[in-house]
């Protein structure tokens, strides 16, 4: 019996008996994080993406974001958090080891940007001659000119996440509640109450000066997060419904598919005959649309994440809202991870009624309030028409993740989960020990208040204790033959390309491709 079929009335307690040990022992779990290249300064590294590296179009572990110097390491699926960072740690060791060879260049451990140039002179992504690896940089353009380089230079992990068993609909009521009880992630695992002041030069913004080069809110957890992070006002036009599958799409097929003048005016290529963007539409493709979660399916090669999702439904959710944590070598701990898990699954096992506009509307202004304020006494939050204090919400959700936490526990063996909901318990009650109060201690007690004085220098330790755990040789080895055949890999891919760019920028943004076939439709 799956979650959602325990009978009807059924309490978090039946649905949580309903889960098989194989479906708790099935759980799944990978990460993807985002870093820049940084000279020793703290300024933004301009070089290149190391060709030891490989190729970022096909290694299956190294690639790169936005930026050509926004390093992304990904790990494969995992089943237990440790085994995911062992994976992560050897990706961390082996691009580390890559740039030592190659210079003096660090990896950023924060999420909000190092001193960043202008904006035009950010360097975009580079992925070769072929028609995808064009247009992956073409699409980065347009988000360029869309939204403007320096908000893309923000970087954080992605937790990708499944369980067995569970249906599309199921996801979706996840989805629903992750959303509701998102600011609990932001309060106690955002790490970004501060910024370079290059980052907001020439915005507007509620931030505070804290010195001549950092800007902060006091009481801040994650800005990557709030008005300053991922804001659209062309996106603010979009309410996106998480009630079903078939909802979603819609709404997603209507932005990837309708004109937005602004964008319009824009056009696709400039009168050189160069490429601004993809298209003309609200959304150029899936992945430009912003949220603290989505819905996700492994693609075919060329295929639109859309139809995948139409004609295979949900496989696992991607969560996007976890800041770096500069003080974790890699930037996440196993404690965190498994503190998701619980999370996660009490958001698939409590009622998850369907959303509505007025409590979208809710939880946008939750999560701004939480990114900007969440440490601020007595921040008080929207629920249901009501306000109420987000201590008390949150202290509400982590009891009600007591019996999960058991219940992995009783699945994995040990007591790590229930340590971790223990961990989660302790920051919620004091708000000095969460990882945002603790960057702002440290720039204060040790570097003046410089939030780039700070990181530069927790980038450096980082760099230091990464290099003095070298990869064995065999491990090396590998790498060093990952590299290679990615890097053959694409050379292939540029070889066997017959079509002119240009149809084939076309033929991917067709509405045809979003949606499925006649045929398809009554295989799905």
């Known amino acids: 019996m799956t979650p959602l079929q325990a009978p009807p009335g059924a309490t978090l307690q039946d649905r949580l008996r309903a889960l098989t040990l194989d479906q708790l022992q099935g759980m799944r779990r990978g990460l993807e994080k985002e870093s820049l290249r940084a000279q020793p300064s703290g300024a933004l590294a301009l070089t290149p993406h190391p060709a030891a590296l490989g ?286 898990d619980v999370f996660l699954l009490h958001c698939l096992l409590t009622d998850s009624p369907p959303d509505t506009p007025a409590e979208i509307a809710e939880l946008k202004h939750n999560q701004h309030q939480t990114a900007a304020r969440g440490r601020e006494p007595g921040m008080l939050l929207q629920r249901a028409g009501r306000e109420v204090r987000l201590t008390e919400w949150g202290a509400e959700v982590l009891a009600q993740c007591a019996p999960i936490a058991a219940a992995l526990d009783a699945a994995q063996g040990g007591t790590q989960y229930q340590a971790a909901l223990a961990a989660a318990q302790a920051g919620l009650a004091d708000a000095d020990t969460l990882p945002s109060a603790r960057v702002l201690a440290a720039m204060r007690q040790d570097f003046g208040d410089s939030f780039v004085g700070f990181v530069r220098a927790q980038s450096l330790k980082t760099q230091a204790a990464l290099q003095a755990q070298p990869l064995s040789g065999e491990q090396l080895a590998q790498f060093t033959a990952l590299s290679q055949q990615s890097l053959e890999a694409q050379k292939k891919i540029e070889a066997a390309d017959t079509l002119p760019f240009e149809d084939y920028r076309q033929q991917y943004v067709s509405a045809e491709r979003l949606q499925l076939s006649p045929l398809e439709a009554a295989q799905a």
């Open 55 to 340: 190729s970022p179009l096909t290694h299956p572990g190294i690639t790169t974001d936005f930026s050509e110097s926004q390093i992304e390491l990904v790990t494969g699926v995992h089943a237990s958090p440790d085994a995911v960072l062992q994976e992560l740690t050897g990706l961390h060791q082996f691009t580390y080891q890559t740039l030592r060879e190659a210079g003096d260049e660090m990896l950023w451990v924060s999420s909000m940007p190092c001193g960043l140039p202008t904006d035009e002179t950010i360097p975009l992504a580079r992925f070769g001659s072929s028609n995808v690896g064009r247009a992956k940089s073409v699409y980065r353009m347009g988000l360029g000119h869309r939204y403007g380089r320096r908000m893309q230079t923000i970087s954080g992990i992605h937790y990708n996440w499944s369980l067995p068993g569970v249906t599309s609909e199921q996801y979706f009521a996840l989805i629903r509640n992750f959303r509701r009880q998102a600011f609990l992630l932001l309060y106690l695992f955002g790490a970004s109450p501060a910024v370079c002041s290059s980052f907001v030069a020439g915005r507007q913004h509620e931030l505070q000066s804290l010195n001549g080069g950092t800007m902060y809110m006091p009481h801040g957890t994650s800005l990557r997060m709030g008005r300053l992070g991922y804001q659209s006002d062309a996106q603010a036009s979009l309410n996106v419904s998480y009630n079903s599958l078939e909802g979603y799409a819609a709404s997603l097929q209507d932005a990837l598919t309708r004109p937005y003048p602004a964008y319009e005016a824009v056009g696709i290529r400039n009168p050189g005959g160069d490429y601004n963007q993809l298209a003309i539409t609200l959304l150029q493709i899936e992945n430009e649309f912003y949220g603290t979660i989505r819905p996700k399916r492994v693609i075919h090669p060329g295929e639109r994440p859309l139809h995948a999702l139409r004609e295979r439904g949900v496989e696992y959710i991607e969560v996007r809202l976890m800041d770096l944590d500069p003080f974790e070598t890699v930037g996440i701990n196993a404690q965190t991870m498994r503190f998701i």
